[in-house]
């Protein structure tokens, strides 16, 4: 018997984020906010420190069908956010439970909610929510 050589299909794990799909990501950052009652200046954090102007800006923008460049950290931003979302969407089948879980004490991070630990503004504390959120609705 011959060993028969491998296709291998080049990873896309880590692709950049096209423009389109920035802009995507923001529509539907803008409506993920309101779900989750997030008042401006908590946007402003979780969108690494963007400035109240801008967000207002951005809110507008995104009804008109714009907003303006996204560069590479609030596009990293944006998908993390979404990752967080979707971990919701599979532990909670009551979309309403996952929007209140964000603010809800947990014992798990100290009394904390997962929104105080986003709040400290850094891409690690949303990746790091992320991936507590994927390792709990895993098998694993």
Not at 41 to 65: D, N, P
Request: net charge positive; charged share 25%; with cysteine.
């Amino acid at each position: 018997m011959q060993l028969q050589s491998i296709v291998t299909t080049p990873a896309t794990v880590g692709a950049a984020i096209s423009d389109e799909e920035a802009g995507a990501l923001a529509r539907t950052t803008v409506n993920l906010f309101k779900a989750w009652n997030l008042t401006d200046l908590e946007a402003c954090i979780l969108l690494g420190g963007m400035s109240a102007r801008t967000w207002a800006r951005w809110k507008t923008g995104v009804k008109e069908g714009g907003v303006g460049r996204i560069d590479r950290d609030l596009r990293t931003r944006l998908a993390h956010l979404m990752g967080i979302h979707k971990g919701l969407r599979y532990l909670f089948t009551e979309p309403a439970r996952g929007y209140a879980w964000i603010r809800k004490p947990n014992a798990t991070f100290g009394g904390q909610s997962a929104l105080d630990l986003m709040l400290r503004g850094e891409i690690s504390d949303l990746s790091a929510m992320r991936e507590w959120l994927d390792a709990e609705r895993s098998a694993w």
